[in-house]
């Protein structure tokens, strides 16, 4: 976990997370004006006037909105300076701190053995299930435009690059070699269970269903075929008696 932040710091990755933390913050101070009500004149001496209590609160109001932006629009912003530090900071002790690093064991433990933690992943996870579901059976969904635009791109890719389609076929050939060598009695029960489990009336009706007028050409041609081999063995079996 650590390496992994180093790395991220390191090529400036969590810009994009400090910016969307920014502009939430920057949006939800703008719907919120309300937010800052008498937080500084509240705090302000029973003799100071109301209304310059109120000039005090629309001023720090202002001046935190603005501060905010500012963070946001300057990328040398000495906040975000001090943010990069912070991160670059405890990816390195998540490396080398022994106390930093049991303690983040710890909590990953305390995560994983806690029993609503994993109520929550399997709600979420239902919940993803459900969308996925909905979304793959709406013709237009954006899930659906997106996977279709996605497989799109990538066949024309495959057609175009005759170099990343030969690294595509090793790709496959090596995952299905390894699938098959290591799971290849797993895979031939579910096949045999599947089968085992077909019905044979149901199974010859969606045959023939599929199939359709080949098997019927095939059932002619069967029974044409044989009767000239009958035809054919009775006229030598003659031919051959009446000889001797």
Known sequence: MGRVGARLVAADQQRAAVDAVLERVETWLVAHPESFGTMV?????KWVPGFVGGLVDDRAYREVLAFARTVRDEPRHPLRLAIDGWLADVADDLQHD???????????LDLVESPRLREFAGEVWDSVKVSL?????DPGSELRAGLRSALVEVGTRLAADDELAAKVDVWVTDAAAYVVGRYRHEIAG??????ERWDPTETTEKIELQVGRDLQYIRINGTVVGALAGLAIHSIATAIGALA
């Open 41 to 45: 004149s509240s705090r302000l001496p």
């Open 98 to 108: 022994p106390a930093m690093i049991e303690r983040v064991e710890r909590l990953k």
């Open 133 to 137: 579901a909905a979304s793959l059976e």
């Open 190 to 195: 579910v096949i045999t269970e599947t089968v």
